[in-house]
C-alpha cells in the first residue's frame, strides 16, 4: 500500500496516544492581572496546602529600558530585573490575593543582589524548597556568567523562607550539543541557568533549568535559531534537595523550549515546550527523565506556566498541566500579568479524574 509522507507520521503519532493531545484556554484571574507600574510574571507550580492554593512569581515595579540601554549601568532592563519573589493565595484558582514578599533580593555582591525571579517550589516530606533564578551585581546583565539558582526553604507555603547564602547551581561551561564538527551549535551552550523547576523522581531531586547557546546570550547572534531566542533544557541532579547539584552530561536534554514546564507521568517526566526551537509548542515524555520523545503537538501553549501539582499526575498523562497559571508577556511599556490556564484534553480518550466526560 502507498503511503503518503504525512500518512506514515500521523501512524506514528497515534502510537503515542490520542490522550497526550489537548487545547489550552486562558482565563482572567483577579488580584494578580494588569496593574499600571508593577510587572507580575513568571509563576511557580501551583501548590494546594490546607485547602489554600498558593503561588510564587517574579514582581517589580516600574517600567524597564529593554537590552539597548545595558550600558546605562543599573538601568532596568527587563521586567524581571530588579525583581523580588512574592506569593499570593487563593481559595478556587480564580481569585487572588497578593499576600507580600517571598524572597527578596540579597545584598550588595552577593549572587542574588541584582534579582530574583522566576521561581518554582517542590513540597516535599513538610517542607518547602524554593528554586528561583538570579543576577548577581557583580557584572554588567550581559557578562561574567552572573545568572545562577538560588534556593530558599520553609516550613510553611506562607514563609518564613531562609535563603542559602550562595548559589546551588551555576551555568555549565563549554558544552557541544553536537560537539566542535558540527556547526549546528558548536561552543558553549550553557550561558544561563533559567527557570529552575525542582523535582524529586528516582530517589533524586532533579532540578531542570533553561539554557541557550553562548551566542545568544552574550551577543544576541544565533547562527542557527530556528524560532525565537535559542533555548533547550537542562537537568541537574543531587540526592539531598539543598544540592550539591551535578549537571548531567547529557546536557542539552532537549533541542527546543523557553521556560520550564515538567510533571511526572507513567513512571517518566512529561514536559510541555513551549514558543522556541524546532520542536516548539510539543509535549514530550522521557521515561528515564533525560531521554525527550515528542509525544504531541499542542497549540497555544501558555507562556512562563506553572502548573497546579495535585499529587495526581499519573491519572492521565495531561493530569499534571490541567491547569496552572502563566504570564502575559507584554514587551514595550505594557505591564506584565498572570492569568490562568487550562488544558482541556479534548482530542482525548478522557480517563483519569478532573477530566471532562465525552460529548
Ligand atoms: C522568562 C524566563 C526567564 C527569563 C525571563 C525571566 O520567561 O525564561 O525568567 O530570564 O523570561
Not at 25 to 48: F, K, M, W
Not at 131 to 150: I, P
Amino acid at each position: 500500500m502507498t503511503r503518503s509522507l504525512a500518512s506514515q507520521r500521523a501512524a506514528n503519532y497515534r502510537k503515542n496516544g490520542a490522550e497526550w493531545y489537548g487545547n489550552f484556554t486562558y482565563t482572567p484571574i483577579a488580584g494578580l492581572g494588569p496593574e499600571v507600574g508593577i510587572h507580575r510574571r513568571d509563576p511557580s507550580s501551583v501548590l494546594l496546602v490546607d485547602d489554600l492554593y498558593y503561588v510564587y512569581y517574579t514582581r517589580s515595579a516600574g517600567p524597564h529600558f529593554g537590552r539597548q540601554s545595558a550600558g546605562a549601568g543599573r538601568a532596568k532592563l527587563y521586567p524581571w530585573d530588579f525583581a523580588d519573589i512574592y506569593y499570593a493565595t487563593s481559595l478556587d484558582g480564580i481569585v487572588w490575593q497578593e499576600q507580600g514578599p517571598s524572597v527578596q533580593r540579597g545584598p550588595k555582591g552577593s549572587f542574588d543582589a541584582r534579582t530574583v525571579c522566576t521561581p518554582d517550589v517542590l513540597e516535599y516530606e513538610g517542607k518547602f524548597y524554593m528554586v528561583y533564578q538570579t543576577q548577581s551585581d557583580k557584572a554588567s546583565y550581559f557578562t561574567g556568567r552572573s545568572e545562577s539558582v538560588g534556593m530558599a526553604i520553609a516550613d510553611k507555603p506562607a514563609g518564613p523562607w531562609r535563603k542559602f547564602r550562595e548559589e546551588i547551581l551555576t551555568p555549565m561551561e563549554n558544552g557541544d550539543w553536537f560537539g566542535n564538527d558540527d556547526s549546528y551549535n558548536s561552543g558553549t551552550f550553557v550561558g544561563v541557568t533559567h527557570d529552575p523547576s525542582l523535582y524529586f523522581y528516582k530517589g533524586a531531586f532533579w532540578l531542570y533549568y533553561k539554557c541557550g547557546s553562548a551566542a545568544d546570550a552574550v551577543s544576541g547572534v544565533n547562527p542557527h535559531k530556528h524560532s525565537g531566542p535559542d533555548t533547550r533544557w537542562g537537568v541537574a541532579t543531587s540526592v539531598r534537595p539543598e544540592g550539591p547539584y551535578t549537571h548531567s552530561p547529557l546536557n542539552p536534554i532537549t533541542n527546543s523550549g523557553h521556560e520550564t514546564m515538567l510533571w511526572h507521568y507513567n513512571g517518566g517526566i512529561a514536559a510541555l515546550l513551549n514558543r522556541d526551537g524546532p520542536e516548539q509548542d510539543t509535549i514530550q515524555w522521557a521515561a528515564d527523565g533525560v531521554s525527550f520523545e515528542l509525544m504531541a503537538h499542542v497549540n497555544n501553549t501558555p507562556q512562563g506556566g506553572g502548573a497546579f501539582r495535585s499529587g495526581e499526575e499519573e491519572a492521565h498523562p495531561l493530569a499534571g498541566i490541567q491547569w496552572g497559571l502563566c504570564h502575559l508577556d507584554q514587551r514595550a511599556e505594557k505591564w506584565n500579568c498572570l492569568m490562568r490556564f487550562d488544558l482541556d484534553p479534548r482530542q482525548s480518550n478522557r480517563v483519569g479524574s478532573g477530566y471532562p466526560a465525552s460529548n
